[in-house]
């Protein structure tokens, strides 16, 4: 990491808006963030409730359950490797026309997914969904930026958390309660409202400033099989040993083609440029073992509490259920403290409350009341929710503002990175032992909360960390 030399991008823009203004003012704001909140509660819920249906869809279209899990992963993969390109691409034609044509894309996509007769065409309708999302969502971080003043940046950051956590608890509730009484089609259809809702609000978006540097179309090639490699290569690291090295290899050359080609950009498509400021490359790497702590304990989990504590499916997942409680209750809280209070010594007291409240699952007997684990849950939650709000204040106003486009892109892309690299982390622990494999597979958490918990010790200890914010 070095020092906190500010970026060197070109500041040449164009658009309707000639200065750059702290926020925007009341009520545009209001109505600017409903139009977020919309596309957030669509995107969130796209991803929860296909999870759900998955079996409903498989009896539907007569297919193999191993087959139906692409209806995921072609939406993963699409949304890994457009995000960083995307970014840089709203940067270049403006967040709300993006926002626009995003959300065009992502309805239309609804639509043909939920009237899909085969699962090729629900596949390709899935590809254009995750594309239009990852239109969506890496605009998420960049629009929150200016949306909000400086001094309010933390509490919509807050409340993209809370909106965040909540919809993950009702997605899954609402889903199963849709399979109970339809079909899996409306699965899908029951977002288009929320769609509708965000089109509404659109025109009170902020007018960013566009930028005038040339897209670099080399450079978004090389980034595809950069992410993409990386991610196949984590996935299948477990079952296909050969094939997950071989992805790797070629995904850690193609990233260093694209540093290579990037290094000396103005605004490079993958912003090694932001890595060069301290504040972001601590809270890039923060939140990437943030995330792999959080969905490695997700993943775990669910066998932990019906193998070794023995619950039924219903109340693991009430259990499951109390960790978004968590990150809903504290978000506001740790938005609040962001004023008062070093980033390093907030998110380093929540990354330790991850790492207590799995500890302290690993140390309850076989038999124990519920409100033990349910307490466990929620204190991981928490600390989850009182990293996150600094954090990623943190990432968002330590960027240039003509690079908040960039850095609501690398946020984005963080957290897809951490939480595949946290579920690949806990099938390499399931296959590593089959009597401890569950145990190690939450001790992968702990881990990796600990990991978040160093990089912000030194974060602390860093004369330069915290500059400007």
Request: charged share 10%.
């Amino acid at each position: 990491m070095t020092g906190p030399t500010r970026s060197r991008c070109s500041q040449n823009t164009r658009g309707s808006a000639a200065q750059w203004t702290d926020g925007l003012e009341m009520p545009r704001r209001q109505w600017a963030v409903m139009a977020v909140m919309a596309a957030l509660v669509a995107t969130v819920l796209d991803s929860t409730m296909v999870n759900v249906a998955l079996p409903a869809i498989a009896r539907s279209l007569q297919i193999d359950p191993a087959r139906v899990v692409w209806v995921v992963i072609a939406y993963s993969l699409v949304v890994v490797v457009s995000l960083l390109p995307l970014s840089a691409v709203a940067e270049r034609i403006g967040f709300r026309r993006m926002f626009t044509l995003g959300m065009t894309l992502f309805m239309v996509s609804t639509i043909a997914s939920a009237s899909a007769g085969s699962l090729t065409w629900l596949i390709c309708s899935r590809v254009a969904q995750g594309f239009s999302a990852a239109m969506l969502m890496c605009l998420f971080g960049g629009l929150i930026r200016n949306i909000y003043p400086l001094s309010k940046l933390a509490m919509g950051i807050s409340l993209n958390a809370m909106m965040v956590g909540l919809t993950a608890v009702l997605g899954p509730t609402i889903g199963a309660f849709i399979l109970q009484v339809a079909s899996w089609n409306w699965i899908f259809l029951v977002n288009i409202p929320v769609c509708i809702a965000a089109y509404f609000c659109v025109r009170f978006l902020p007018d960013v400033p566009h930028s005038r540097v040339r897209f670099d179309w080399v450079a978004c090639l090389l980034s595809i099989p950069f992410f993409g490699l990386f991610i196949v290569g984590l996935d299948a690291l477990v079952d296909h040993t050969a094939l997950a090295l071989a992805s790797l290899a070629a995904s850690a050359m193609a990233g260093w083609a694209v540093y290579r080609r990037s290094r000396g950009q103005e605004a490079p498509i993958v912003p090694i440029d932001l890595l060069r400021l301290t504040p972001i490359a601590y809270a890039v790497a923060a939140s990437g073992f943030s995330f792999a702590a959080q969905m490695s304990a997700l993943v775990a989990l669910p066998f932990f509490f019906r193998t070794l504590l023995h619950y039924s499916y219903a109340e693991v997942g009430i259990l499951l259920g109390f960790w978004s409680v968590g990150v809903a209750i504290m978000a506001p809280l740790a938005a609040y403290l962001c004023s008062r209070y070093a980033v390093a010594v907030l998110c380093g007291i929540g990354a330790a409350g991850m790492a207590l409240g799995m500890a302290w699952l690993l140390f309850l007997p076989s038999e124990v009341a519920f409100i033990w684990p349910a307490l466990a849950m929620l204190l991981g939650g928490v600390g989850f929710g009182f990293f996150q709000t600094p954090n990623n204040r943190a990432l968002l106003a330590g960027a240039p503002r003509h690079r908040a486009g960039a850095a609501g892109g690398m946020q984005a892309t963080t957290r897809v990175f951490g939480q595949s690299f946290g579920t690949a982390l806990v099938a390499v622990a399931f296959s590593a032992s089959a009597n401890h494999g569950i145990v190690l597979g939450v001790g992968v958490s702990i881990a990796c909360s600990l990991a978040a918990m160093s990089i912000n010790i030194a974060r602390y200890f860093s004369p330069v960390a915290d500059l400007e914010l």
